[in-house]
């Protein structure tokens, strides 16, 4: 009988705390989507301002690793095809990638300027917009640790609390 109260436990707290690793699971991955968009960022600078490169061709070269990313730039290609402003883009990227909202904003920024400057001027306000995004990006990753920390105490003592009271 003991032994079934003690394995009764440790399921429930296991279980518990994995409920709580997938939920910083997410956060993790929404960094790493955010992390693609600034290297995609870096990538356009490089290949526009350096290489002279049109966006399109960038766009095909570029070996995406998710799939919303992929969708996120193409949506950035058509706003340029279209000439509008990033406001759609920004709202389209926090609710296809989850990200947030200073984040989404610098990277529709892009839609903003792209095309219609120079090259050196555009590769200083690319610059400039992955800066800025990298910082967002450093904002939510505090955040986020400091999520994980509290969440992981929480999982201990909400699965011993739930053990407790089932057994």
């Known amino acids: 009988m003991t032994w079934l109260k003690v394995s009764l436990f440790v399921l429930t707290v296991a279980s518990v705390k994995f409920i709580f690793k997938f939920i910083n699971d997410w956060g993790d991955q929404r960094i790493e989507k955010m992390k693609e968009l600034v290297d995609f960022a870096e990538y356009l600078r ?3 301002c350096r290489m002279k490169m049109p966006f399109e061709d960038i766009y095909s070269r570029y070996e995406f690793r998710s799939d919303d990313s992929r969708k996120v730039c193409k949506e950035l290609m ?9 406001g759609f883009l920004a709202d389209m990227v926090g609710s296809t990638m989850m990200t947030p909202d200073d984040f989404n904003s610098h990277f529709a920024e892009i839609a903003d300027y792209y095309g219609s400057t120079y090259s050196d001027i555009l590769d200083e306000k690319l610059g400039y917009t992955i ?7 450093k904002r939510y990753e505090a955040t986020n640790s400091e999520k994980k920390n509290l969440n992981n105490r929480i999982s201990l003592l909400a699965g011993c609390l739930a053990a407790v009271i089932l057994i």
């Open 131 to 137: 800066k800025e995004m990298e910082r967002a990006m």
């Open 78 to 86: 058509e706003e340029l095809s279209l000439k509008n402003s990033g």
């Open 46 to 48: 490089i290949y526009s």
